[in-house]
C-alpha cells in the first residue's frame, strides 16, 4: 500500500502518455509485424499466415533484386551522409571554439539550413544539381562551365554507381550545422580547469586537443552519429522532392512509399519491419550504453 | 467587472464559431440525395490541355445539372502518380471522392477486385452509350459482363512528335515508315549537329517508347500476348525488340532520369531535339504553349496501329452524391459533354457520333484512324497493366535506362507478367 502510495501518483500522471505510446507506437507495430507476415498482397484482405516467406522473398526473389538495391543505395547515403556532417559539424564547431569575431552571426548562418524542410531544400537542390553536362548545363554544372573548369561537371544524382553520394549533399548541408551546435555545446561543456591544467603541464596545443578535449567529445559524437545515422535512414522526403520516385535513388522508404500503392500490404509492411530493424540496431545498444552510464555516474 | 463581461462576449463568440463550424462538417458529410448538391470530381487534370478540358466539361455538366455544384478535387502530377497515391488513402479510409478519373482498362481491375466501385451496365443501357461506342471498346470496358467506368475520351500513345524546323535544316522531308529509314534519320540529325535527336524522360516515358518498339518487332497481337501472358518476354524477338530499344537510347538525352514529358517535350520545342515519342496529348499542349512549328507519324513500323488509353470516370462505392454522380457520368458520355472535353485536350471522343468538322487538325486524323486501326492497350497508362505491373515495368526501366542490360530488362518483365499479368 505504501508503495502503491509511492508510485502511484507518477504512474498516474505518466499513463495518458503510456496508453498513447502502447496504442499508437507499439500496437501499430505489434499490427505492421502481423500485417508482414501474412499474405495481403491486394486490397481484398488477408487469406492466411504465411511465415517469413515475405522476407525472404525481398531478399531472394524481388524482381531485379529491387530490394537489395534499395538497401545498397541507403548504405551510400547514410555513410556520406554521416561522414559529411561529423567533418563539417565538427570543424565549423572547432572554428567557431578557437574564437573568432561574430561568433553568433557565424552560428546562425551554420545552423538556419536546418530549419529548412528537406522538400523546400531538394526542389532547389533539384535544380542545383542538374545532370546535363557541356552545353546547357545548369545548376552547379553550368557554374563550373562558367568558371571554366568543365572537367569538375559530373551526373550528380544520376551516376547509377555514385548518384546516392550526390544525394547526400543536401542532406550534408542541411544538418551539418546541427552537428556543429551539438559538438559546440560539448566544447563549451568541457571544464577550463582541465585546459588549464594541460597548459600547466607543457601540453602542446595538438596535445591538448588530442588527449584533453576530444576524448571528453565521445559523447556527443555518439549522440550525434545516432541521430544523424537514424535520420538518414527514414530518408524520404528530400529523396522524393530531388529524384522522384524511380530505381535510380530508390531507398527502403521509398520502395514502402510505392509498394504501398499497389496495395502490397504485406510487401510494404515487410519491408517497414526491415527498415525499423535496421533503425533499432543503432539506436538500442545506444540506449543501453547510456542507460548504463547513467546508472554508473 | 468589464473583464467578466468581456469574457461573456468571448464565450457568445466562440460559440458562434462552434455552431458555425458543426453545420458546416454536417453539410458536407450528409448522404444520399437529400442534403448534398456537390459533386467532387477527383482528376489529375491540373493544368495545361487537361484543365482547359475539364473546364469545359464542367460548362457542359453546368448545363445539362442544375443545382449540381460542381468541386474539383485535381491533383497535379506526372501521369497521375501523385492523384493516385492521394486517392489510394481516400478509399482506404472509405471517404472516396463523389466521382473519380482512372484509366479505363486493366488499372480499373484493381479496384473492382478491391470492390470500391460500382457497375454501371444499366446506366449505359438508359444513356444510350452501349450503341454510341465503338464495339471494340465495350467490349474492353466489359468485365465479367459488367461495365465500371464511363470513357471521357481516348488517347492515342503511339505517336512521334517532331520539330519541324529542325527536320527541315537536316533535310528530313518525309516520315520514317519503318525502324531503319527512322534510325537512318537520327543519324542524319546528329551529323547536322542535333546531338540527341530523340528526346525522353524518366522511367514511365522510357516504357512508352519500348512499347513502341515492341509493337513494330512483334506486331499488334503478339504484343497484345505481352502483358495477358500468352507472349513469352524471354523470347529471341522481344531480345530483338529491346536491342532496337538500346540504339535508339542511344540517340537521347543522357539527363532523361531527371525530365518528366513536358521537360523532355522542351527539348523539341528548344530545337535540341528533333523527336519525342509521347501521346496524343502533347498536340493540346503544344498547342497551349503556342508552339507551332511541330509534327507527328505513326511510331515507325506500327502500321495501321492505334494503341488507345482512355481517362474514365467511375462511381464510388460510398460516394455521398449518388445522384450527382451520374449526372456527372451522362454528361461525360453524352455527345455534348465529349465534344466540350475533347475538343479542348486534345484527345478524341470515344463515340462514334461526332463530327470531325469540330475538332483540330490532328484529331481529326486520329479519328479516322480510329474508326479502321487495329487496337492495342498500352502499359504504362494503365489499359494493359495494372499498377503493380506499371510499377515493376517503371522500376525495370528506370534500371534499363543505366544498366543498358538487356537480358535483365527481359526477366525482370518476364517476372512482373509472372505476378501481375492476369
Known amino acids: 500500500m505504501r508503495r502503491l502510495r509511492h508510485w502511484g501518483p507518477g504512474l498516474l500522471l505518466l499513463s495518458p502518455s503510456l496508453i498513447l505510446l502502447a496504442v499508437f507506437v507499439y500496437g501499430l507495430i505489434a499490427w ?40 545498397k543505395n541507403l548504405l551510400i547515403f547514410t555513410v556520406v551522409f554521416l561522414v559529411g556532417t561529423m567533418f563539417f559539424g565538427l570543424l565549423w564547431a572547432f572554428l567557431l571554439e578557437r574564437g573568432v569575431r561574430a561568433e553568433g552571426f557565424f552560428r546562425t548562418v551554420y545552423l538556419f539550413p536546418m530549419a529548412v524542410s528537406f522538400v523546400a531544400s531538394g526542389v532547389v537542390w533539384r535544380w542545383l544539381m542538374n545532370p546535363v553536362e557541356g552545353d546547357g548545363a545548369g545548376g552547379i554544372n553550368g557554374l ?8 569538375l561537371q559530373n551526373k550528380w544524382w544520376t551516376n547509377p554507381n555514385w548518384g546516392m553520394a550526390a544525394m547526400a549533399m543536401p542532406a550534408i548541408w542541411q544538418l551539418s550545422g546541427y552537428v556543429m551546435a551539438l559538438f ?44 544523424i545515422g537514424h535520420m538518414s535512414m527514414k530518408m524520404f522526403d528530400l529523396i522524393m522532392s530531388v529524384s522522384g520516385p524511380q530505381w535510380l535513388t530508390e531507398v527502403p522508404a521509398v520502395y514502402v512509399w510505392q509498394t504501398l500503392l499497389t496495395s502490397d500490404y504485406a510487401k510494404a509492411a515487410a519491408i517497414s519491419i526491415v527498415l525499423l530493424v535496421l533503425v533499432a540496431l543503432v539506436i538500442v545498444p545506444y540506449l543501453i550504453y547510456t542507460n548504463r552510464a547513467e546508472k554508473n555516474s | 467587472m468589464r473583464f467578466t463581461r468581456r469574457a461573456v462576449v468571448a464565450a457568445v463568440g466562440v460559440a458562434a464559431l462552434l455552431t458555425a463550424t458543426a453545420c458546416g462538417s454536417s453539410d458536407n458529410s450528409s448522404s444520399g440525395g437529400s442534403g448534398s448538391k456537390k459533386v467532387e470530381v477527383f482528376t489529375w487534370w ?61 488499372e480499373l481491375k484493381d479496384y473492382i477486385k478491391a470492390g470500391q ?29 459488367k461495365i465500371y467506368s464511363v470513357p471521357a475520351n481516348i488517347h492515342r500513345a503511339n505517336v512521334v512528335w517532331t520539330n519541324k524546323k529542325v527536320l527541315a535544316t537536316a533535310g ?43 509493337i513494330t518487332d512483334l506486331g499488334p497481337d503478339k504484343f497484345i500476348g505481352l502483358w495477358n501472358g500468352s507472349t513469352d518476354w524471354k523470347g529471341a524477338d522481344v531480345t530483338k525488340g529491346v536491342t532496337d530499344f538500346k540504339t535508339l537510347l542511344s540517340y537521347t538525352n543522357t539527363d532523361r532520369d531527371a525530365l518528366d514529358w513536358t521537360d523532355a517535350e522542351k527539348l523539341v520545342m528548344d530545337g535540341k531535339a528533333a523527336y519525342q515519342l509521347m501521346g496524343d ?46 449526372c456527372w457520368l451522362k454528361t461525360v458520355g453524352s455527345a455534348d459533354g465529349q465534344k466540350a472535353f475533347n475538343t479542348k485536350k486534345g484527345s478524341i471522343p470515344a463515340r462514334t457520333d461526332a463530327s470531325p468538322a469540330d475538332y483540330p ?52 518483365m518476364a517476372a512482373a507478367a509472372a505476378q501481375f499479368g492476369k
Open chain 1, 144 to 151: 563550373f562551365a562558367a568558371m571554366h573548369l568543365d572537367f
Open chain 2, 46 to 106: 491540373a493544368d495545361g490541355g487537361e484543365k482547359a478540358g475539364l473546364d469545359g466539361l464542367v460548362a457542359q455538366f453546368g448545363k445539362d445539372c442544375a443545382g449540381q455544384e460542381f468541386v474539383n478535387g485535381a491533383v497535379a502530377g506526372g501521369a497521375g502518380a501523385n492523384a493516385k497515391q492521394v486517392l489510394a488513402s481516400r478509399l482506404q479510409t472509405n471517404d472516396p471522392p463523389d466521382t473519380f478519373q482512372a484509366h479505363a482498362g486493366a
Open chain 1, 32 to 71: 505492421t509485424t502481423k500485417l508482414s507476415v501474412s499474405d495481403q498482397h491486394d486490397a481484398l484482405g488477408s487469406k492466411g499466415f504465411v511465415g517469413l516467406k515475405n522476407y525472404q522473398n525481398l531478399f531472394t526473389n524481388d524482381i531485379q533484386d529491387r530490394f537489395t538495391h534499395s538497401l
Open chain 1, 184 to 227: 559546440l555545446a560539448g566544447f563549451r561543456g568541457i571544464p577550463a580547469e582541465l585546459k588549464e591544467a594541460a597548459a600547466v603541464d607543457g601540453a602542446s596545443t595538438y596535445r591538448l586537443y588530442r588527449n584533453v578535449i576530444f576524448p571528453q567529445l565521445t559523447p556527443v559524437a555518439l549522440s550525434a552519429l545516432i541521430i
Open chain 2, 281 to 326: 496529348w502533347e498536340a493540346a499542349d503544344m498547342d497551349a504553349k503556342k508552339f507551332a512549328d511541330y509534327g507527328w507519324f505513326t511510331f515507325p513500323g506500327n502500321g495501321q496501329t492505334y494503341q488507345w488509353l482512355a481517362d474514365s470516370f467511375v462511381l464510388p462505392k460510398g460516394a455521398k452524391n449518388v445522384d450527382g454522380t451520374k
Open chain 2, 117 to 145: 466501385i460500382e457497375d454501371l451496365s444499366a446506366d449505359y443501357a438508359t444513356w444510350g452509350l452501349k450503341t454510341a461506342f465503338p464495339q471494340g471498346l465495350i467490349d474492353n470496358l466489359t468485365i465479367d459482363g
Open chain 2, 172 to 214: 528530313i522531308t518525309e516520315d520514317p515508315k519503318d525502324l531503319a529509314t527512322f534510325i537512318a534519320d537520327l543519324d542524319k540529325l546528329k551529323a547536322k549537329g542535333i546531338k540527341t535527336p530523340l528526346a525522353v524522360g524518366k522511367d514511365w516515358t522510357m516504357l512508352m517508347l519500348l512499347e513502341s518498339v515492341l
Open chain 2, 361 to 412: 487538325k490532328y484529331q481529326q486524323a486520329a479519328m479516322a484512324d480510329w474508326k479502321t486501326f487495329k487496337q492495342v492497350p498500352s502499359c504504362a497508362h494503365g489499359s494493359a497493366c495494372s499498377q503493380g505491373f506499371q510499377g515493376a515495368a517503371n522500376s525495370a526501366l528506370g534500371a534499363f535506362s543505366t544498366k543498358q542490360d538487356i537480358a535483365a530488362l527481359q526477366s525482370a
